[in-house]
């Protein structure tokens, strides 16, 4: 919710500091820029971190930095310290794949789908109260009161830390057979059940904990490699002919769905306020309020997004699901290639919205459930780090094109990036509905 927030924000806050320090279009949208060119450089170092040093130290890092620096940018004294904040907050906001990999590695196989989507809601939920409180406190108070009270959740998320449990297969993974142990019986309790008797047995020779009887709690697999601590050993790891086609293809789809879904976002802004600009015949009484009201309207239709992602994804497998959800959002995206009414645009930018949003959940499920856990966050990161180059480039597209009354070519290169997309779903290796996680590359492979 937090990293939809501060997201989110960038659609509103940039006209506001545009008008009250007179900055120039490029100037505004650097503002957007600089947040996902954090993410970049966030995306791949935090990965790295929660893959060597453990899941809990990487959600504490990321919750640090995120929760400082998006508070210090409500108190910017000039667009030149608005700018940095705004960056390393972007930094920061690049730990998103640290907490879905968390979560992932407690969620159990046969709901896994499920409760990803779940997870995927409060994304949804941070949007739309975005928007929300944009259209009460813009106009009242300041883009400074929106981004002070836009910080919030990052606190919140801070404080919540502190309840975490480490990922047990983290700890298996490194050897930590005591540690994993403790972990599962405290899983156990919340749940108010016990542990099954048996025997937790390490990949790693002469490390075991014998809690009773001869039962392997969690498995062993032969002819593995041992996680590796070098993050170039982990960037080579996902390069290699085991993760190769994984990695490539996971990078299409994270480039694919972050510029199609940010430009989705940006292009509800711009065609809300610069319609009259461009055609004639336009709503010339189009206002803030306007624009307001389409962003939450389209923040909105991220809810049935939402639901059907979870009906699908665990039925009809994950990347049915994908090129389903990709048919529909280009069908939807098509018309706007020439100029609507307002009201046939902000419907057909709900629909769009709904199905891409819908492909971007999935994909934050399927992405992680093909990497094994000594290389997942880390894949997921650098895959995440792929989209937010997509992000960097996105207001260069859907601000400047059709600001520059070139709709047109903008809707129709997002057509292209869909159609991209959803090819690159077909050529994944497998399907990963119904299959457990994996935990270490396998070298046969």
């Known amino acids: 919710m937090a990293e939809a927030m501060e997201v989110m924000i960038l659609s509103f806050i940039g006209p506001s500091v545009k008008s009250e320090w007179g900055l120039s279009s490029g100037q505004e949208s650097l503002l957007t820029t600089v947040v996902f060119a954090g993410m970049l450089v966030g995306a791949y170092s935090w990965g790295l971190l929660a893959d060597n040093y453990g899941r809990r130290m990487g959600l504490l890092s990321v919750a640090v930095v995120t929760?400082?620096?998006?508070?210090?940018?409500?108190?910017?004294?000039?667009?030149?310290?608005?700018?940095?904040?705004?960056?390393?907050?972007?930094?920061?906001?690049?730990?998103?794949?640290?907490?879905?990999?968390?979560?992932?590695e407690f969620v159990p196989v046969r709901n896994r789908g499920f409760w990803m989507v779940i997870f995927s809601t409060f994304w949804t939920i941070g949007t739309i109260l975005e928007a929300s409180l944009a259209w009460i406190i813009i106009p009242t108070l300041g883009w400074?009161?929106?981004?002070?009270?836009?910080?919030?959740?990052?606190?919140?998320?801070?404080i919540f830390y502190f309840l975490t449990l480490e990922s047990p297969r983290y700890l298996y993974l490194n050897g930590r057979i005591s540690d994993t142990h403790?972990?599962?019986?405290?899983?156990?309790?919340?749940?108010?059940?016990?542990?099954?008797?048996?025997?937790?047995?390490?990949?790693?020779?002469?490390?075991?904990?014998?809690?009773?009887?001869?039962?392997?709690?969690?498995?062993?697999?032969?002819?593995?490699?041992?996680?590796?601590?070098?993050?170039?050993?982990?960037?080579?790891?996902?390069?290699?002919?085991?993760?190769?086609?994984?990695?490539?293809?996971?990078?299409?789809?994270?480039?694919?769905?972050?510029?199609?879904?940010?430009?989705?976002?940006?292009?509800?802004?711009?065609?809300s306020s610069g319609q009259s600009k461009c055609w004639p015949h336009a709503n010339e009484a189009a206002d803030d309020s306007s624009l307001y009201r389409n962003v939450f309207i389209t923040s909105i239709a991220e809810v049935p997004g939402l639901v059907l992602s979870a009906v699908l994804v665990d039925k009809v497998g994950r990347r049915i699901s994908m090129v389903i959800m990709y048919s529909l959002g280009f069908v939807f995206l098509s018309p706007l290639i020439?100029?609507?009414?307002?009201?046939?645009?902000?419907?057909?930018?709900?629909?769009?919205?709904?199905?891409?949003?819908?492909?971007?959940?999935?994909?934050?499920?399927?992405?992680?459930?093909?990497?094994?856990?000594?290389?997942?966050?880390?894949?997921?990161?650098?895959?995440?780090?792929?989209?937010?180059?997509a992000g960097m480039i996105c207001p260069l597209v859907a601000v400047g094109l059709v600001s520059g009354c070139h709709q047109m070519a903008a809707v129709s290169l997002f057509e292209v990036v869909i159609i991209m997309s959803g090819i690159s779903v077909l050529f994944f290796p497998v399907e990963t509905k119904g299959r457990k996680l994996s935990d270490i590359v396998d070298v046969n492979n």
Do not use: D
Request: glycine share 8%.
């Open 67 to 104: 929760s400082l620096f998006a508070l210090l940018s409500a108190f910017s004294p000039n667009y030149i310290s608005l700018v940095l904040f705004r960056m390393v907050a972007g930094i920061g906001l690049g730990g998103g794949p640290v907490y879905s990999s968390w979560f992932l």
């Open 144 to 158: 400074r009161w929106l981004l002070a009270l836009s910080s919030i959740p990052c606190f919140a998320a801070l």
């Open 182 to 271: 403790n972990v599962l019986k405290k899983m156990a309790a919340i749940n108010g059940t016990e542990l099954p008797p048996g025997t937790l047995v390490s990949g790693r020779k002469n490390e075991e904990y014998t809690p009773s009887e001869n039962t392997h709690l969690l498995s062993t697999r032969k002819h593995e490699t041992e996680i590796t601590k070098s993050p170039f050993s982990s960037i080579f790891t996902l390069l290699s002919s085991s993760l190769l086609k994984t990695t490539l293809l996971s990078w299409a789809v994270y480039f694919g769905n972050s510029f199609s879904y940010y430009g989705i976002v940006l292009m509800t802004s711009e065609l």
């Open 338 to 389: 020439f100029h609507q009414h307002e009201l046939i645009t902000t419907s057909l930018l709900f629909g769009s919205r709904m199905f891409i949003i819908g492909t971007y959940t999935v994909a934050g499920i399927y992405c992680p459930e093909l990497y094994p856990t000594s290389v997942r966050t880390t894949g997921v990161g650098v895959a995440s780090a792929v989209g937010r180059i």
